[in-house]
């Protein structure tokens, strides 16, 4: 029997996965979410006994039950294959007492390859099943690394075209040049003159206009998302969870059954929203420890039950996490809400009239297996040097935000349970930060140089992603005003 999925917003009729991918958002601007959250078939031994690819079919065909097995295998394939630079995919490496969960190893050097690998191809597939003619246009906002692994993703995909904005001064160095070097006669990259956040509002309104959307169907184009809201991008992020969890067990590092805990450094909450539905999976996963940098909205929830982004936003050495409106975040409301749409459309509702909502006590209790915490832009340094000095492993800045957070969860509650941590970049991406971080004597080096020296400090081979740009030539430089995006986006299409 298909699992279907429902809006976080109304009551409308629930549709299947494959539909679900291709809308990206639902008519009433609500998230997709599972009717119900499949719990694992097989045993943590007999998934120790898989790889990642045979690990993702065993998450991914619980979810995406209308796809049949051959379309999701072949899909699982295309994705995790030579682009990356490891057969594990998501290895694990043990330094000071934790376990990081390296999600880097694609083709741009960042987690969110781990889903945009494979989102082209769902998407593409899902098209077919469900006889869709107009060409789908990819339209995604873009904090730094979405950005790059969707247009990476998606370049020269037949029947597709993909548009991504982005802050223009809101990313780093290497993150632009991935962006605006971006060969395919299918992609379109915009500098926005604002934060993330106007992107991402840019990004969803033209979702939500239905004018419009009537305008590009005449025109045989219709609009899909390669942002965390899909719900192509969220279940394949389950995987590496289950993944590592086996791979603990298999080495023999943890006993069958012993719970862990799992931090993620996330500013839009899919990355931790996908642990936690590892957790509602099966996965013996104790506390769910979110980590922010200085745009603390998410810490603030936590800790309050109020989410307020009427605040300073910060540009931070973490900026894929300097993001004031958490998207994902209205998916744990709605299952904390007892599945009440009603409920999380009204708070959704004061989110962007008011730009705060309160949760309730109930609700509150529903999220004891939450915990947060935030570090300083002089804690996440203090970490990558302290983290380098001790192990000589180095680590990138959203990372660091992490083991910060941890080390400090350690330190205050005493619990001592083995402990993953998301990695979610590779340093190489933000090797400015990384280098002064580890010696300020770094800083007058340039961008190209600090790679070269990050490459011997760490005893690690320079990532293709890095060498494709040091002479890639720039081929995007659209920027416009944040309130000129769609209209940016009728010139490329109409």
């Known amino acids: 029997m298909n699992l279907m999925y429902q809006s976080t917003r109304s009551n409308s009729e629930p549709i299947t996965a494959s539909k679900a991918i291709l809308k990206g958002l639902a008519d009433d601007g609500g998230l997709y979410v599972p009717k119900s959250i499949p719990k694992l078939e097989l045993s943590m031994k007999e998934l120790s006994d898989l790889n990642y690819q045979q690990t993702a079919y065993e998450v991914m065909k619980l979810f995406l039950t209308d796809f049949t097995e051959e379309e999701l295998k072949s899909c699982i394939e295309k994705a995790y294959d030579s682009k990356f630079d490891t057969e594990e995919i998501a290895p694990l490496v043990k330094a000071d007492g934790a376990y990081y969960l390296e999600l880097f190893h694609g083709a741009t050097i960042a987690f969110k390859d781990m889903a945009l690998s494979i989102l082209p191809h769902l998407l593409t597939t899902a098209a077919k099943k469900n006889q869709v003619q107009d060409e789908i246009v990819i339209l995604t906002a873009t904090s730094g690394d979405t950005g790059k692994a969707a247009l990476a993703g998606f370049a020269d995909v037949e029947g597709t075209k993909i548009i991504v904005f982005y802050p223009k001064d809101g990313v780093s160095v290497v993150q632009e040049k991935q962006m605006v070097t971006q060969k395919g006669d299918n992609t379109y990259v915009i500098g926005i003159r604002g934060n993330f956040d106007d992107a991402q509002s840019g990004v969803k309104a033209m979702f939500n206009n239905k004018e419009l959307g009537t305008e590009l169907k005449a025109k045989g184009y219709q609009f899909s998302s390669a942002n965390s809201i899909n719900i192509g991008r969220l279940v394949p992020?389950?995987?590496?969870?289950?993944?590592?969890?086996?791979?603990?067990?298999?080495?023999?590092?943890?006993?069958?059954?012993?719970?862990?805990?799992?931090?993620?450094?996330?500013?839009?909450?899919?990355?931790?929203?996908?642990?936690?539905?590892?957790?509602?999976?099966?996965?013996?996963?104790?506390?769910?420890?979110?980590?922010?940098?200085?745009?603390?909205?998410?810490?603030?929830?936590?800790?309050?039950?109020?989410?307020?982004?009427?605040?300073?936003?910060?540009?931070?050495?973490?900026?894929?996490?300097?993001?004031?409106?958490?998207?994902?975040?209205?998916?744990?409301?709605?299952?904390?809400?007892?599945?009440?749409?009603?409920?999380?459309?009204?708070?959704?509702?004061?989110?962007?009239?008011?730009g705060e909502y309160e949760i309730t006590e109930e609700m509150k209790l529903r999220l004891q297996e939450f915990t947060a915490g935030f570090a300083s832009e002089a804690e996440t340094a203090e970490t990558i040097k302290k983290l380098y000095e001790k192990t000589g492993y180095v680590i990138d800045t959203h990372t660091a935000v992490a083991a910060s957070v941890y080390n400090n969860y350690r330190t205050q509650t005493g619990d001592t349970?083995?402990?993953?941590?998301?990695?979610?970049?590779?340093?190489?991406?933000?090797?400015?930060?990384?280098?002064?971080?580890?010696?300020?004597?770094?800083?007058?080096?340039?961008?190209?140089?600090?790679?070269?020296?990050?490459?011997?400090?760490s005893g690690t081979d320079i990532p293709q992603a890095i060498e494709e740009i040091k002479t890639a030539a720039v081929l995007h430089t659209r920027v416009c005003d944040k309130d000129k995006m769609q209209e940016t986006v009728e010139n490329i299409l109409m």
């Open 237 to 354: 992020q389950i995987v590496y969870y289950v993944y590592s969890y086996a791979n603990l067990y298999k080495n023999e590092e943890i006993a069958e059954g012993e719970k862990i805990n799992v931090v993620v450094p996330t500013g839009n909450f899919g990355n931790i929203l996908a642990a936690y539905y590892a957790k509602c999976m099966g996965v013996p996963i104790g506390k769910l420890i979110c980590a922010s940098n200085d745009n603390k909205v998410l810490f603030d929830f936590f800790q309050t039950g109020i989410y307020n982004k009427n605040r300073e936003f910060i540009l931070t050495s973490s900026p894929s996490m300097d993001i004031l409106i958490s998207s994902n975040l209205e998916r744990l409301i709605f299952q904390i809400a007892g599945e009440d749409a009603d409920r999380t459309l009204e708070l959704m509702k004061a989110l962007s009239s008011k």
């Open 417 to 457: 349970a083995k402990t993953i941590i998301a990695s979610t970049a590779s340093p190489y991406k933000f090797a400015r930060s990384v280098m002064n971080a580890v010696d300020m004597k770094y800083d007058g080096l340039g961008e190209f140089e600090l790679v070269d020296e990050l490459s011997k400090i």
